[in-house]
């Protein structure tokens, strides 16, 4: 049922599971649906001639699929995703490639305003099918603290 700001530890690793298989047809519908018009994503000949010899998966894809992997674990029972910040795309991702999270508390802060919550603040890691890092990402999480 989610986590309350008294379960987070400094350190302390989450293992996102299960992982999810992102097909072409997820990739062209989300970057269709968000009105992305780089042909990289979606027209496979000319993908064909990149670096990559094929399209690439559209990394708002990737971070929305990994941040949503991580929600369980993290930010189930969050007030609010206050900031995201460093994102990076580390390697690239495919159709067919199968992505994986864990994240990691870097510190917890309890709030000066209020006592019944508190600054949870991590990084995220997405990872493909063969444990490469496709992601890295930080944000922070305004999460209540568990109810007396």
């Not at 969050?78 to 490639?97: K, Q």
Request: hydrophobic letters at 35%.
């Amino acid at each position: 049922m989610g986590n309350y700001f008294e379960d987070f530890k400094p350190g302390q690793t989450f293992k996102h599971w299960p992982g999810r298989t992102i097909t072409d047809f997820d990739n062209t519908w989300f970057t269709l649906m968000t009105m992305n018009t780089n042909p990289i994503h979606f027209d496979a000949a000319y993908a064909a001639k990149s670096q990559h010899g094929r399209c690439l998966v559209n990394g708002l894809l990737v971070i929305a699929t990994v941040t949503g992997m991580s929600v369980k674990d993290i930010s189930e029972n969050a007030i609010a995703n206050l900031e995201y910040e460093s994102i990076r795309h580390t390697a690239p991702t495919f159709g067919g490639d199968t992505l994986y999270a864990e994240t990691t508390v870097l510190e917890v802060t309890p709030s000066s305003s209020k006592a019944d919550r508190g600054i949870v603040y991590v990084e995220t890691h997405g990872l493909n099918q063969k444990g490469e890092q496709v992601l890295t990402l930080r944000r922070r999480v305004l999460v209540p603290r568990r109810p007396k």
